[in-house]
């Protein structure tokens, strides 16, 4: 089991930018790709992003538009999600996660079992 933990959250004026940091436990991080996930109010948790685990690959949820990067520190056990041009409806909180089956499919929840605890991303109009 990976321990993970979510940073960077916070309030913040649409438009502007921000970054969420994922801290891992253990010495096996960099053997396991890594996501982003998010869940807005009343509403189900969805795919943001996606990272292999040597970083060579990255998937997006197209609703992103190109306005998030997801990069990774293995020396670290960190992983980051920028996020650009920030929208209120980006207002979520944001969940870290490990993949731990081997599949290509990358967007479904049903891929990770460890979950961090969630920060609060809070876009004001």
């Known amino acids: 089991q990976v321990q993970l933990v979510e940073s960077g959250g916070g309030v913040i004026q649409a438009g502007g930018s921000l970054r969420l940091s994922c801290a891992a436990s253990?010495?096996?991080?960099?053997?396991?790709?890594m996501g982003w996930f998010r869940q807005a109010p009343g509403k189900e948790r969805e795919f943001v992003a996606a990272?292999?685990?040597?970083?060579?690959?990255?998937y997006y949820a197209d609703s992103m538009n190109n306005r998030v990067a997801i990069s990774r520190d293995n020396a670290r056990n960190m992983m980051y999600l920028e996020m650009n041009s920030l929208k209120p409806e980006d207002t979520a909180v944001y969940y870290c996660?490990?993949?731990?089956?081997?599949?290509?499919?990358?967007?479904?929840?049903?891929?990770?079992?460890?979950w961090g605890q969630g920060t609060q991303v809070t876009v004001s109009s």
């Open positions: 996660a490990r993949k731990f089956t081997s599949s290509n499919n990358y967007k479904s929840q049903r891929d990770y079992d460890d």
């Open positions: 253990g010495r096996t991080f960099s053997t396991y790709a």
């Open positions: 990272i292999t685990s040597r970083g060579f690959s990255t």
